[in-house]
């Protein structure tokens, strides 16, 4: 027979070992472990030669006598049926033993094997050993084979029993994967022990849970075994479940995108001695796929439950994943379930991918554009809203909706409503949500722009300096309009005057002013009163409110105060008015007419003289210089002499000081000159006529008034023979 064991140290031998492995683990319904107190253990012995270790890892004891050193376990182990996890320390103790996890620290024994103080210890050769000084380390460790197949040796070299000097021999403990096995092998099975303690112990001390408990191979032995020695635990046999799933393939069929359908998978636990338990669902593929249902409880022997996979196509054509079931049932816990299914999508088709590109739209006003779209898939169209988003989202809505859904080949019409609230670029994103395959999350940019009309007036207030009465000032006022759109005076005027100044509004054409443009308005001041004298502009826009904070629009009525303040001066003025012809006259003769001088000021006129052109005319009632008090008058006569016929032109010019300015009154003239005029008579009437007594003669003359008045004559005969 061939001892396993022995084998599994051979590198040669370990695809036999494996096979047998292989087979332990054969059964369906059951798993075979290795494991039980140690007490339990078979104890054998073999008598293959020793073989050193070849390149292990060496190993310091902290003392030449009674020291220490340890190790990392490297792979689970299981010890008087206490699991030993990968990484557990192992202490290595220069008096012939190790133990898990717990560190003896400064130990000297002699045949500790069934004592307490050493637990879950390994005892190959229990007792006051010793390193010889200067020999430096003492033991090595070393890690063979694969998993789940490998051993970790731990090695003494060099090792002597107290005071027996250079008799020193070798021995190894060797741990197995898997199946747990200890083995004690010795380089010499003769190896005499001397010395006061020349007895030891081999065998095994277990832990204290539930009780301390020991194995002794031998005890008091004054020399090593003639064997080497092998502790294996029996073997264990754990009931497990068993998964079995049906169908192994779920077809799904055609389905639209957007919608679902639900197939059910039956997990059922075929195993006859133990619950199942499922651990996951894990899905790899296509993401259409999906379990719906919980995890289930566990399942005991026979009982079967069902669970729910949801299909929902998120692209046309042929979709396929794999549902895989992890539990811990044995041989197949993870079973593998097609999942197969066909996608029905629409597609989606729009005319463009942004709007209001390159538009102006005027505060107050709306537009509205249309986005086209058209189901160009085989299966209707869907839609599950039309957001919008940005910073600008708000000055947009959707004021038309399409059919929903639209039929497979056709177009409809998305009206999006553009309404500025605030000057400037708008952008905004809207979202065609639906349930088309291509294109679900379709995006149009908005990019309007609202324009609105400024105005700026400058300057304001205006105001003129101290001015005389009577005189007459002009400043000029600038209406600038920095917006985006054309501004539109629908009114400009004095909203309140004095009387004093004097505007001229814009009209018609000049009343529209184009962005980043001006128009230039004069506003004169005339005095007619001393001290402030004040006036109100007003300029009516089109420029509507809006509701940006800070706002940037301006008011649409615009007032401008104007102040002046007026000088007192005497101004001088006559109540004539209209042409200047005063009156008609025959030459020669002087006609006059009455007029008033007045002084219209707030201050004393001296009237210092009167100059005429035109000799045909002159004044009479003013005598110079005389002073004319304010808002007082005289009264004279402007006369005319017409020297010829027709009408003379000419003026006169009444000067005068106020306030030591000169005043002048300049009036025109004019007076039509009449012309009285006969023919000349006949020198003779009846010269050299005969006329017989008793008879008589008639002859006759003729007279023209050649002159421009109408004229009476009266014809009588003078003379001794009249």
Known sequence: MINIFTILRKPKAILLVLLAVCFAFSSTSAKVAYQGRINTYAISTFSTAYTPLSGATAMTFTSNDDGDASFSMPFDFNYDNIAVPTGTLVYVNSNGFIEFGTNPGSACCSNNVGSASYLKACMILSRDLYTPAGTGSVAQWQLAGTAPNRTVTVEYMGITTCCQGANTTRMEIVLYETTNVIEYWYQNWGFTMGGALNSAGVGLNGSNTPSFISVAYATGISATPATNIRFSPPQVVIPLPELSTSPKLLAFGQQFTGS??????????????????????????????????????????????????????????????????????????????????????????????????????????????????????????????????????????????????????????????????????????????????????????????????????????????????????????????????????????????????????????????????????????IPKQQGTRQARLLFKTNIINTFETPRRDTASIITIDIRGNGLPLGILANTISGLPVMDSALIGVQVCRTDTLWNNGDADILVTGATFIGTAFSQTGLTFPFNLKAKSFMVFSLCGTPDQEGIILGSVSIVGTSGGRAVTLDLPLGIYGLKACASPLPLALFQGVKVSKGTSDTMCTTVTNCGTISAVYTASISGADA
């Open 260 to 525: 679902f359908v639900d197939l059910t998978l039956t997990i059922k636990n075929v195993g006859s001695d133990a619950n199942l338990v499922t651990n996951n669902f894990i899905i790899t593929g296509n993401p259409d796929f999906s379990v719906t249902s919980p995890i289930p409880g566990a399942l005991i022997p026979g009982q079967s439950t069902q669970i729910n996979v949801r299909f929902i196509p998120q692209a046309s054509g042929n979709r396929a994943a794999i549902l895989n079931v992890v539990t811990n049932g044995v041989d197949s816990g993870t079973q593998s379930i097609s999942l197969t299914g066909f996608g029905i999508a629409p597609t989606i088709q729009i005319d463009s991918n942004i709007r209001f590109k390159k538009t102006r739209t005027r505060m107050g006003d709306s537009l509205t554009q249309w986005v086209h779209i058209t189901a160009v898939g085989q299966a209707a169209l869907f839609f599950n809203g039309f957001p919008i988003y940005g910073i600008d989202a708000n000055q947009y809505f959707v004021s038309h909706f399409p059919a929903n859904p639209i039929a497979p080949g056709q177009t409809d019409s998305l009206g999006i409503t553009y309404v500025p609230t605030k000057e400037g670029l708008h952008a905004a994103l809207l979202v065609i949500n639906s349930n088309a395959s291509n294109i679900p999350l379709d995006t149009v940019s908005l990019r309007g722009t609202g324009i609105l009309p400024h105005i700026v007036v400058s300057p304001t207030p205006l105001l003129f300096d101290s001015t005389a009465e009577g005189d007459t000032v002009c400043k000029q006022i600038t209406i600038w309009n920095p917006g985006s759109d054309t501004l539109r005076l629908k009114a400009n005027g004095f909203s309140s005057n004095d009387g004093d100044f004097h505007y001229t509004g814009l009209t018609g054409p000049d009343t529209a002013i184009a962005p980043d443009h001006t128009k230039i308005v004069t506003v004169c001041f």
